[in-house]
Structures are given as C-alpha cells and as structure tokens.
C-alpha cells in the first residue's frame, strides 16, 4: 500500500478494518430454496468456485469457508456432502495447496469441470469509471488484469482476500471511489453494478475445478477416461524414469504432472498426474504397475474428462 493522503488513508484502513463484518445477504439471491448436495466452497458466495459448483451440481446448497483447509475439515467431518475446488487455471498455474489436502485426507475426486474466468470492473450503482481511485481483489484477479490497470493509471490496486468478497465489502462500505475486480456472478448476488466487462488481459483464461466426495460416498462414473494418481518414488536413481516408463508401455496419457515437497523431509517429493484411461481396467493396471517403484500410490479420483 502506497502512502497518500489522511482521507485515503482512512477510507483503505476502512476497507481491511471492517472486511469480516457480517452481512446479511438479499433472500432472493440465497442459496435457501436449493434442495441438493451441502457444498463447501473457499471464499464468498459469487465467487468462481460457487459458479462452479452451480455449473456441476445445480440445485446445490452452499455452504462458503473462509480457508481451503475449512472446506476439507468440513467434508471430512460430515458437515457437509461435498466440495468443489479450483485445481488449476491456464494462467497462473497450480493450486498447490490442493493437491496437499487432496492426499491428506480420506477424499476422491467425482467429477471435474472448466470455467471460462471472466473478470468485470465493479461498482456501487450510479459510479462512474471516472470517480475509481482503488480496486480491490484477489491478486491473482490483478495480475490477470495489469494491461487494464495500467492504461487507467489513476485506479490504485489494493489485494484483498477473496474476489466475491471485495464486492460484498464495496457493498457494504458503499465506496463511490472503489471498485472491485470479479465475476459477473458476484455482482449480480451483492446487487452491484458493471462498469466495464472482460478486463482481463488474456481471454484464454480458463480455471478446472474438481468435486470432491467423501471416499466412502464416492461412486465411480462407469464412463471415466482420466485418473488422478499421487505417489512418491524410491530414494535410488532413475525411479521417476521407470514409473515414466510404465505409463509409457500401458500407452496411457500423462495430461499433467507436479511435484510437491514432503513436509518435513527435505528434497522428497509427492508427484501428481492425471493420466487419460481407456477403461476402468486401464485405471486399475496403472496403478499395479506403480506399486513395485513407488513407496506410496494413492488414488486422487477416477473420474470423466471435462469437455471443452
């Protein structure tokens, strides 16, 4: 945060000082009526990951967490039936820390879905571009907006904790000079305006969500043609070689491969890949054929291929 004026000052210490003070959202835009799976999410209501969770499961209920680790104690406590979660977008990669809590607990992956990620310059109702001094949001979203933030050197950008939530706390604060950076979905549940649509620097921006179940609610779809495995190799040379070269000879498809440092053994590592399946029975050889090199192998999900 840059210095500047006292008011200015005052009005972002406003911004961060009140940021978790409840509001009551308008009933109409609730999630009260929907009869279907409780579906945690991290970050408010109108945030990609509810407009995700809305596209996989319609009708579900959502029950929004503050932290990704919430979202996974939530589902592994039964409080509710299911998560969804970002795993990757085409820009900026990884979400690491999900693929750490995928294999710490007892979950699998039911489905996957890709969202086209469109960001919008949002405001009170009756501001203008004009009157913007400050946009607030997720730095993820800033970054995948620099280009329009640069060519409108009088907005300032300021990181906030969540997309949806820089909206609901322009809302609540009523900052005529503030703006936010999120989905059109956001603005609509808060009842915010658009001033300016698709400011993001690259429209090939597209973020995979997966649903996550209980791995004792988890029913294998019989039209699953990927699998997301986690394992760590052997401590000897050419183990991730010979691991390589057994999805190579089964002719399955390496879609995406990560490595993840092991907390608390320096320079080990757990390697996640999606791999392309033919069939169930292709699933079940990949992971046979892994065993004999690897000191772990677990199952993340076997589940359908979002399409395009």
């Known amino acids: 945060m840059s210095s500047g004026t006292?008011?200015?000052?005052?009005?972002?210490?406003?911004?961060?000082?009140?940021?978790?003070?409840?509001?009551?959202?308008?009933?109409?835009?609730?999630?009260?009526?929907?009869?279907?799976?409780?579906?945690?999410?991290?970050?408010?209501?109108?945030?990609?990951?509810?407009?995700?969770?809305?596209?996989?499961?319609?009708?579900?209920?959502?029950?929004?967490?503050?932290?990704?680790?919430?979202?996974?104690?939530?589902?592994a406590e039964g409080h509710v039936d299911a998560a969804v979660i970002p795993i990757e977008n085409s820009l900026a990669g990884s979400v690491s820390e999900h693929f750490d809590l995928l294999l710490a607990h007892d979950v699998k992956v039911q489905r996957e879905t890709r969202l086209r990620i469109r960001h919008n310059l949002i405001a009170v109702t009756g501001a203008a571009i004009n009157d913007i001094e400050r946009v607030f949001s997720h730095p993820v979203a800033l970054a995948q907006c620099r280009r329009y933030l640069a060519a409108h050197p009088k907005m300032e950008a300021f990181a906030f904790y969540d997309t949806a939530g820089s909206v609901k706390q322009l809302m609540e604060l009523q900052d005529r000079h503030a703006a936010a950076i999120a989905s059109q979905a956001a603005a609509r549940y808060y009842g915010a305006s658009i001033l300016q649509a698709d400011i993001e620097d690259n429209p090939e921006n597209y973020t995979r969500f997966f649903l996550v179940r209980r791995s004792s609610d988890f029913v294998i779809d019989p039209e699953a043609n990927k699998i997301s495995l986690a394992f760590s190799?052997?401590?000897?040379?050419?183990?991730?070689?010979?691991?390589?070269?057994?999805?190579?000879?089964?002719?399955?498809?390496?879609?995406?491969?990560?490595?993840?440092?092991?907390?608390?053994?320096?320079?080990e590592y757990?390697?996640?890949?999606?791999?392309?399946?033919?069939?169930?029975?292709?699933?079940?050889?990949?992971?046979?054929?892994?065993q004999p090199h690897c000191a772990m192998v677990k199952e993340l999900g076997c589940y359908k291929e979002a399409g395009e």
């Open 6 to 75: 006292p008011a200015k000052e005052s009005a972002i210490e406003q911004w961060y000082g009140t940021r978790k003070r409840a509001r009551r959202e308008p009933a109409a835009l609730s999630d009260a009526a929907a009869s279907g799976l409780r579906v945690a999410i991290q970050g408010e209501p109108g945030s990609f990951s509810h407009e995700a969770a809305l596209k996989l499961l319609p009708d579900a209920r959502i029950v929004p967490q503050s932290l990704s680790a919430d979202v996974f104690a939530a589902l």
């Open 233 to 267: 190799v052997e401590n000897r040379p050419g183990s991730l070689v010979d691991v390589l070269s057994e999805f190579s000879t089964l002719g399955t498809n390496l879609t995406k491969i990560e490595s993840r440092p092991v907390h608390g053994k320096p320079w």
């Open 270 to 290: 757990i390697f996640y890949v999606d791999c392309q399946i033919r069939s169930l029975d292709d699933a079940r050889r990949a992971m046979q054929a892994l």
